[in-house]
Structures are given as structure tokens and as C-alpha cells.
């Protein structure tokens, strides 16, 4: 947790689809901002949430997210895959492309 609420601060998850989302890069003032501009750049969603970056924030680089998270976490990335027009593996018959 930082302990000034002004530094920013960025944390990244990596999804592979299957088992839970992991902690991929923590950064903290001038290298957060980098860490969402690189995001940014490459399409990737960036959300800020204060009270989710608590959490995450207390996670090592590689651990899974708690499953008091879940539901949030997929969330957005249900949200992240609609918006890239995406579907869960399995889910191919439920898109939102699909014509009635």
C-alpha cells in the first residue's frame, strides 16, 4: 500500500484463460505512468479502481489473485474481451455478433 494516496501507482494482470489472473508488473510514480501508456499503446484495458489496487497491491509479482476477487477481476475481463469483440473458449455460440 502507498503510503502517500497522491503517488500513483499501476498494477498488471496477465490471464491466460484458464486458472486464476496473476500479478505481472507492480510500478509505482513516473514508472506506473509508463506501465498505462505502454498498456494504453498495445490496446490493453486499463481500469482504476483505488480500493482494487489495495488489493492487488499486497499480491507478489506472480501470485494469483485471492478468490475474493474473482468476480471483479473477471468482470473486466469479460468487459476487456467484449470490447475487443471476444468470447471465453466455449462461448463461441454466445457472441455478440451473432445474428438472430
Given at each position: ?7 500513483k ?13 496473476t500479478?505481472?508488473?507492480k510500478?509505482?510514480r513516473?514508472?506506473?505512468e ?7 499503446q498495445?490496446g ?6 483505488t ?18 476477487l474473482y ?17 471465453p ?12
Amino acid at each position: 500500500m502507498m503510503d502517500n494516496k497522491t503517488d500513483k501507482r499501476a498494477i498488471a494482470l496477465k490471464y491466460d484463460g484458464t486458472g486464476a489472473p496473476t500479478v505481472s508488473d507492480k510500478r509505482y510514480r513516473e514508472m506506473a505512468e509508463q506501465l498505462v501508456e505502454d498498456f494504453h499503446q498495445n490496446g490493453g484495458l486499463v481500469h482504476e479502481d483505488t480500493v482494487l489496487a489495495d488489493w492487488l497491491d499486497r499480491l507478489a509479482i506472480g501470485e494469483e489473485i485471492p478468490e475474493a476477487l474473482y468476480y471483479v477481476i473477471a468482470e473486466l475481463i469479460a468487459m476487456a474481451w467484449f470490447m475487443e469483440g471476444k468470447t471465453p473458449p466455449g462461448w463461441e455460440g454466445f457472441g455478440i455478433n451473432k445474428k438472430v
